[in-house]
């Protein structure tokens, strides 16, 4: 069983940047689709996707609310997922997630595709304020 951790939120301005990562241990991601998700804290807001990038080819998907602004990596040797943040906005205050996917390819339904969903890590916060 993989376990994944999160690291790399913290309080930024906005306009500010980021570098979240995903280690994972247990297994390799190397085959995995890997998934960015978020929560705002805001009442009521679903979990939503933000990125995701496929095991041994790395085609990378976003979301439309990111516009050019982030965008997802992987480092196989190290088995980490970076996800890079930048010109943050309040709006994308909230806790981050990565997830594996069960199969090697993000595809297009990515974010709402959960029979294929396999773990999550714990989080990390991303406040964007002034």
């Known amino acids: 069983q993989v376990q994944l951790v999160e690291s790399g939120g913290g309080l930024v301005q906005p306009g500010g940047s980021l570098r979240l990562s995903c280690t994972a241990s247990g297994s390799t991601l190397a085959y995995s689709a890997v998934g960015w998700f978020r929560q705002a804290q805001a009442p009521g807001k679903d979990r939503e996707g933000v990125?995701?990038?496929?095991?041994?080819?790395?085609?990378?998907y976003y979301a439309d609310f990111v516009q050019g602004r982030f965008a997802v990596s992987r480092d196989y040797a190290k088995n980490t997922v970076f996800l890079q943040l930048n010109d943050l906005k309040s709006e994308d205050a909230g806790v981050y997630y990565c997830l594996t996917y069960t199969v090697g390819e993000c595809g297009s339904s990515w974010n709402y595709r959960t029979w294929d969903f396999g773990s999550w890590g714990q989080g990390t916060q991303v406040t964007v304020s002034s």
């Open positions: 990125a995701c990038i496929g095991g041994t080819n790395a085609g990378t």
